[in-house]
């Protein structure tokens, strides 16, 4: 007898095609959901744009690779079932005479509408992309990408129209005829007639896409930075302006076409990303450059949630699927936020609201290392939190999240001591907050075994200079040496004695 299995139902994943002016890629999405964590990402470098503003056209060649990739794509989804494919087009194709007959044909192979994004539209998703991505960002997104560049002001959740210009990396080097002088020329036009710019001084500038990404990477390297995240990566605006113009130095001496951190293809449009970046920062004056890596793709599904979702915090909600996945007890975690509440309360640590939000998000992830082996519970999860996947936190944020976590695993003696260029990220007293929030980790989790029910039947009292943690008639049973010792550690960092009272 043949048995018949049912086919599996599609997921609940979400993919995103994407068809740029110079890649075009997939990525699957493993839900719609605030925090989005992507399972899959591969892009191949087309170059669609590559000879529009000279020719009108997108050339052929560029043509037959992106079908190709897009067959290649269509049958991904298909095996991986995904469970809705969304498709957008650019500058390239929305500006190129062949742009329909491409499109139609792309839209054959994928099997869904392709919506060609106008280019207020474009740059109203990467202003979405970067809410979603930055916490309360003020200041101006700029993507750039190979055909265009988008230009918005966003402040907090509001995002104000903004404006497209010509200025792609592609475009650049096709308008100039690859003349560094006559891009030059072309780019300060075009920057002087917008007047949105003159409302970042002082503020940040965010920079999406793919080749300022490329200029975050060479920097990152060059300047032996210790976090190889491109998300939120952080330069002053001084900064980046010389090394901007060093770039182009370089690319003026021909010493950019070995530069192996960034694809072959991209090197040649680096030069041109950085005049951009020059040119913006001249103009706009901002007071740092912070890369994104949320653009028009995250903006796209961060516009399609329900509102109650997109209010939410984006680290909290990357910290509680993570806390789900990966925590011997979700629940617990959450009662630790609570239990951390009543320490700060009691002990009268002022927080502001971004400490806050970051001791909460430490909490949710004080535990996502136990099935590594002791020895190395500390080090791996320290590596997990500083290179996680997810946003709305800045790098100082990630180093402080994971410092606290890997204090909780390591203790705190002077044996067990993260990587100096780590601490080194953190001011002392924000170090100190991290090495406190540590030695709390160590007595709830010592206390409760990371099971829920436990510390809400703890509580903190002081008298005087000493501080008491009480436990209930029912966890009498609970208390040993080991507890006392931890906690009377965790009370002298706050400048007081520590003793364990049962009630």
């Known amino acids: 007898m043949v048995q018949v299995t049912r086919p599996r139902k599609r997921g609940t994943s979400v993919a995103v ?86 499109i139609a044909k792309a839209e054959q192979i994928c099997r869904v509408k392709i919506e060609i994004l106008s280019g207020p539209r474009e740059a109203h998703l990467s202003a979405l992309g970067v809410v979603s991505g930055i916490h309360k960002p003020d200041g101006i997104v700029g993507d750039l990408g190979g055909g265009s560049l988008e230009l918005i002001d966003i402040s907090g959740h509001r995002v104000r129209r903004g404006v497209t210009l010509p200025l792609g990396t592609l475009a650049l080097q096709d308008l100039s005829d690859k003349s ?8 300060g036009t075009h920057l002087a007639g917008v007047p949105l710019l003159r409302g970042g001084a002082g503020r940040a500038f965010y920079a999406v896409g793919g080749t300022w990404r490329a200029l975050a990477r060479i920097h990152i390297i060059q300047s032996g930075y210790p976090l190889g995240v491109m998300h939120g990566y952080s330069i002053p605006a001084t900064e980046a302006l010389d090394f901007a113009r060093r770039l182009r130095r370089l690319a003026a001496a021909d010493m950019l076409a070995n530069i192996g951190a960034v694809a072959e293809a991209r090197r040649p449009l680096l030069t041109y990303a950085a005049l951009v970046l020059e040119h913006i920062i001249s103009t ?54 609570g239990w951390t509440d009543r320490f700060m309360h009691v002990v009268k640590l ?23 082996h002791p020895d190395h519970r500390g080090e791996q999860t320290l590596h997990l939190i500083t290179n996680g996947n997810f946003g709305s936190i800045d790098h100082q944020g990630r180093a402080f999240v994971a410092l606290s976590v890997f204090f909780r695993y390591a203790g705190l003696s002077e044996e067990n001591q993260p990587p100096e260029i780590v601490q080194q990220m953190l001011p002392p007293a924000m170090l100190e907050r991290a ?35 009480v436990f209930e008639h029912q966890l009498v049973d609970l208390v040993a040496d080991r507890v006392g010792g931890r906690f009377k550690q965790l009370a002298r960092l706050v400048g007081r004695t520590g003793s364990i009272v049962l009630r």
């Open 350 to 372: 002022r927080e502001t609201e971004e400490d806050r939000r970051l001791r909460h998000a430490a909490c949710l992830l004080s535990d996502i290392g136990w099935r590594v």
């Open 435 to 469: 090495r406190l929030l540590g030695a709390a980790f160590r007595v709830a989790h010592l206390t409760s075994a990371a099971r829920p029910g436990v510390l809400p039947a703890t509580h903190f009292r002081t008298q005087g200079r000493n501080l008491m943690l």
């Open 180 to 187: 560094l002088k006559r891009a030059e020329r072309i780019v």
């Open 284 to 337: 706009a004056r901002p007071k740092s450059i912070v890369f994104s890596t949320f653009g028009v793709r995250e903006g796209l599904l961060y516009d399609r949630l329900p509102a109650p979702e997109r209010a939410k915090d984006g680290l909290i909600a990357a910290a509680q699927q993570l806390n789900m996945l990966l925590s011997r007890s979700a629940r617990h975690a959450q009662e630790l936020i």
């Open 17 to 102: 095609i994407d068809i740029g002016s110079n890649s075009v890629r997939l990525v699957v999405y493993e839900e719609m959901a605030r925090s989005l964590i992507s399972i899959f990402n591969e892009k191949t470098l087309c170059g669609l744009g590559r000879e529009v503003q000279s020719t009108g056209l997108l050339a052929p060649d560029a043509v037959a690779k992106a079908l190709t990739s897009l067959r290649r794509f269509r049958a991904l989804c298909r095996i991986m079932k995904i469970g809705r494919v969304h498709a957008i087009a650019t500058a390239a194709c929305r500006d190129a005479s062949n742009g329909p007959e491409f």
